[in-house]
């Protein structure tokens, strides 16, 4: 049987600007599993949203999605077909819960028009206030009445989550979902999901800069930069031996607790422009270990093991 609930292959997507076209990504290909948690890290405009945007089919006008193949649980999507599984059997938690909410309308109200958008079979009001007494928000039949405002940060990321996992749905996609909460409000929002993939078994794309969180959270990990996948492999394989510069650039600039007297090292320099994105590797202008041909060639993957591989032309051998 197979266990893959997820499969994107050769993704490329690119956003029409006044200044030109932007290659947000460039050949990202990944799979997940059923059950499991796949973390995705990079910094601030690696490509991380951008690929989810574009699986999700959300990438509005300007956005132009690309792949070779999209398979969700073995069927092959095409634009119209996703259309149709988001917010039922594909979900997504947005990083900021305020713009995703809309002000003027009950939090009951937006819960429930999910549930009637999808055609559910059941009591809806009563699902709602399950789900909303699920992550923690009570008395849920008052609450249900209240509008965004009156929600802390925390409590409005709890309505999201409430809202993705109303119609059960096989995979979620957490953008950022605990980016500016305090680490108390964090450590619950985690601590939620992380119930929620228990108690329901469904498997889970997690995308954050926060390393410390992929750390914790992760099964498998992807690093992406520049619109491309650097590296891929277990957490332990990732965080127990980065191959790839960037990835050992990112791990070096993150304080450790065991040491916190210990100098970070930053990666200097800046992201790669995306409008005019370099002919090789798109890390070669901040890699202290860069070659000649890292100029002007991207490298192909390299295969350590079945589940760790990493893109750079320093492994491979003349």
């Known amino acids: 049987m197979n266990d893959e609930i997820l499969r994107v292959e050769n993704l490329r997507t690119t956003f029409t600007t006044s200044a030109g076209e932007v290659k947000a990504v460039d050949g990202v290909s990944f799979t997940v599993k059923r059950g499991e948690v796949l973390g995705i890290a990079g910094e601030s405009g690696s490509g991380k949203s951008a690929t989810m945007l574009s699986i999700m089919g959300l990438l509005g006008e ?23 599984l988001r917010g039922d059997k594909i979900a997504m938690v947005f990083q900021d819960p305020m713009t995703s909410l809309n002000p003027v309308l009950s939090v009951g109200y937006q819960l429930e028009e999910s549930l009637r958008r999808h055609n559910w079979q059941g009591n809806i009001h009563e699902r709602v206030a399950e789900m909303m007494t699920r992550v923690g928000i009570v008395p849920a039949a008052e609450r249900m009445r209240h509008y965004p405002h009156e929600f802390s940060g925390g409590q ?3 309505l999201m989550i409430a809202m993705s996992i109303l119609c059960g749905p096989e995979l979620l996609i957490a953008d950022e979902p605990t980016t500016a909460l305090d680490v108390t409000v964090q450590a619950q929002i985690l601590g939620l999901l992380r119930e929620i993939r228990r108690d329901s078994g469904m498997s889970m794309i997690l995308i954050t800069h926060d390393l410390g969180v992929i750390a914790g959270e992760a099964d498998r990990v992807i690093v992406m930069y520049g619109g491309r ?5 277990t957490a332990r394989e990732i965080f127990g031996s980065p191959m790839h510069p ?11 607790p065991d040491s916190p007297r210990e100098r970070l090292i930053p990666i200097e320099g800046q992201p790669p422009d ?7 590797c798109p890390f070669v202008k901040r890699c202290n270990e860069a070659m000649r041909i890292c100029l002007h060639r991207k490298p192909e993957a390299l295969t350590l093991s079945e589940t760790h591989k990493y893109s750079c032309w320093l492994g491979v051998k003349d």
């Open 62 to 84: 300007a956005g132009r999605a690309e792949y070779g193949r999209l398979d969700f649980m073995g069927e092959n999507l095409t634009p119209e077909s996703v259309k149709s």
């Open 156 to 158: 409005r990321q709890r």
């Open 229 to 233: 996948v650097m590296e891929e492999g």
């Open 246 to 256: 960037y990835t050992r650039g990112l791990l070096r600039s993150v304080p450790k």
């Open 274 to 280: 995306l409008l005019n994105p370099p002919e090789g």
